[in-house]
């Protein structure tokens, strides 16, 4: 199957700690995205990447980072510095021309600090 | 702040209605883009509507754009009760090459059987 996967599902995490989410996609998709979702919002964009080895900021990028070390993965590490982390996290991503496609969404990760 | 903006913030309907959902935007877009969510789960993109375009249709689904107004909107005829889940509209900047998307804040639709 075509898509996106993303894990884990559901994600606990202690004050103080960095986690790991991660997201990949078999579309061969040259973009990704990360974006946050807090309840009964849209999406904010917080790292995007349009090539392997290369990402910019989004609109909400402090305390957290990102890699692209290869075509399918884009995992986001959600720091200790994000204040309010808990949110529902979404991974997309996109083909050439960017500006013209659509996005393919993952089912998300919904992290919780406990 | 966000581009859009998404009118109403919820709707609920009986099955078999038509429901109509609207977006405006405040800055000049190279696309306009519809997705829908169910609860807990990712978008499913459903149509794209260029800024040259003023109307598009998939299925039961009907999307105008006035980019004089800067809105859009969204109409799902004869609704099931499937068709229950939030809906969001989202740009493309038109000076983006990048395809980032600026998001509203949604449009929650009960379909109710």
């Known amino acids: 199957d075509g898509g996106i996967t993303q894990s884990p599902k559901y994600l606990f995490r202690k004050e103080g700690q960095n986690v790991t989410l991660s997201c990949e996609q078999n579309?061969?998709?040259?973009?990704m995205y990360w974006y946050r979702q807090d309840p009964g919002q849209g999406l904010r964009l917080i790292y995007y990447s349009q090539i392997v080895n290369d990402f910019q900021k989004g609109d909400i990028a402090e305390g957290y980072s990102v890699s692209r070390e290869k075509k399918e993965s884009f995992p986001l590490t959600v720091t200790s510095a994000q204040k309010n982390p808990t949110a529902f996290y979404l991974c997309?991503?996109?083909?050439?021309?960017?500006?013209?496609?659509?996005?393919?969404f993952g089912p998300g990760t919904r992290l919780t600090v406990l | 702040s966000q581009q859009g903006e998404e009118d109403p913030q919820a709707l609920s309907i009986q099955e078999g209605e038509n429901a109509t959902m609207n977006c405006s935007y405040k800055t000049s877009i190279n696309n306009l883009q519809w997705y829908r969510q169910n609860s807990g789960r990712g978008l499913v993109h459903l149509i794209l509507?260029?800024?040259?375009?003023r109307e598009k249709h998939s299925g039961r689904l009907r999307v105008t754009l006035d980019t004089s107004k800067k809105s859009s909107s969204l109409l799902i005829t004869a609704s099931r009760a499937a068709d229950t889940a939030s809906y969001f509209c989202a740009t493309v900047l038109g000076s983006s090459n990048t395809g980032k998307l600026i998001f509203g804040q949604g449009t929650t639709l009960q379909v109710k059987p």
């Open positions: 997309a991503s996109s083909m050439y021309p960017l500006e013209y496609n659509e996005q393919f």
């Open positions: 579309l061969n998709h040259d973009a």
């Open positions: 509507i260029r800024s040259n375009e």
